[in-house]
């Protein structure tokens, strides 16, 4: 039973490619490996015989892991990322790796080294990125869950160009060993689902703290199914109205005001919030997420692993080559970027102060919360935009983070869920967002609204 | 910003196209992220990182044991040039 519904998901994912291009690879190999794995195991395994997509920046014993860059076209992982580990054991089934913006650097999967990925609801748009191909997996029907990393909104954004749920959790809930390090002090792996309690097993699954990643914490997992049901009545939602004003498409604003009517109609109280330095979020981000990736990027030097430029003379033109022709634009910008910030002189002016904005935003929340259990606002500003309408302009692809980035920087959970379409039948979604380990709640509330106010349409392109 | 500096430092070798392209983005960008200069930021202590309060916390040492280590062969396997266990590059002197 559960071996044809893993071979199901590999076929529909082989049948879709060519029009969506959502996996990087299929694993035939290995998803035939882990059947004759699990046949002998118990049945009553968490996720048994549940395939899984998972975002190619997250390492997989034995299976290709490019992170979307030339870079690291053939690179094979060494290990399992714990993620993994804790999904195999569970008894999921990784069937393939998906497309994503080079080193999840973009909000378009455009950046990706190995063509653009699709929307399933209109192919001529994007899926939204960084981790455009594990949202588009999800949204075709697929698989039920897959894998994502967050630095800005990597998850939340293409979840709701997608028309699925898409979760960043609390820094520290999920660990991140063998995740790619892109900006260390921002980046998670995330979950996407086509229904809350998808994400809501996955995350059961791989939450916790790992002697493998300093930075995951002591805190215990909840059970986060057991609470999905729990009424919301007497839940305050703060609303950042201030935020919802330049930018934001009208459609988007409407979905969200209804959004907004249908919580106050099943209990919950709506009352107003500030967040006064959330409009300096994107900023802040492109200083202190470029910076670390600056740094992290530095191990891409064709020495250890990956790409080498074959023509250069001494040690450090295959440097300087290998780097140049490994990498695309959009990474070559932001190394530059976070290297100008870094470099003496510039410090104090861009990193520090970043720092300390940084401080405000995490701070504004803290107040926020001290008045409301979970905040909302739309998750992007817009829905799925057209393929190459932002790609020649940097400034206007990164403005789309604006509802998401400030999470990040907080180190706050917060999740994406469906909540209408537009006139051109384009998903909306709408961001919750939650204080410190609330991913109980966030789930809970996000479950509610899904079961009173579902989106029963489906996308163009859908496996059956 | 001086693009063709930065890339050096940033140890890429980017060619005359790419500076050109790169400049005005980089200075879009650099010009937009400037507006912090307006944030008062007096008395407020840089957030370091990203841990909570929970992750601070967390205790993350561990007994000094020698484990069993993956091996040069192993560690040597992804790289585009290895001999016997070393990596090999071109020259350095």
Redesign the interface.
Known sequence: MFESIIKKALDDAERLNPILNAFLSLEQAHAEERIAELGKERQELPLFGYPIAVKDNICTQGLRTSCGSRILENYRAHYNATAIEKLNQAGAVVIGKTNMDEFAMGSSNENSAFGICRNPWDTERVPGGSSGGSAAAVASGVVRASLGSETGGSVRQPASLCGVVGLKPTYGRISRYGLVAFASSLDNIGIFGRSVRDAAKVLGVIAGRDPLDSTSAEVPVPDYEATLDATVSGRRIGVPWALMGEGLDGEVRSAVERSIEGFRSIGAEIVDIELPHAMYGIAVYYIIATAEASSNLARYDGVRYGFRAEQANSLREMYHQTREEGFGPEVKRRIMLGTYVLSSGYYDAYYAKAQKVRALVKRDYERAFASCDAILTPTSPTTAFRIGERSDDPLAMYLSDIYTVSANLAGIPAISVPCGLSSENLPIGLQLLGNFWSEALLLNMAYKFESEFPLKEMPKIFAD | ?D?KK??K??????SEE?VA??TP??A???E??????K?D?TG????????????Q????M?DDEVIVS?GQE????????AVEGH?Q????L
């Open positions: 910003m693009v930065v890339a430092l940033a140890h890429l070798d980017i790419e392209i790169y983005q980089l879009k960008i650099v937009y992220v400037e507006q912090l200069g944030v930021i407020v202590d840089p957030m370091l990182g990203g841990l909570t309060d929970e992750g916390a967390t205790d993350t561990r993956s192993w560690a040597t396997c992804e790289a585009p040039a990596f590059v071109p020259k350095v």
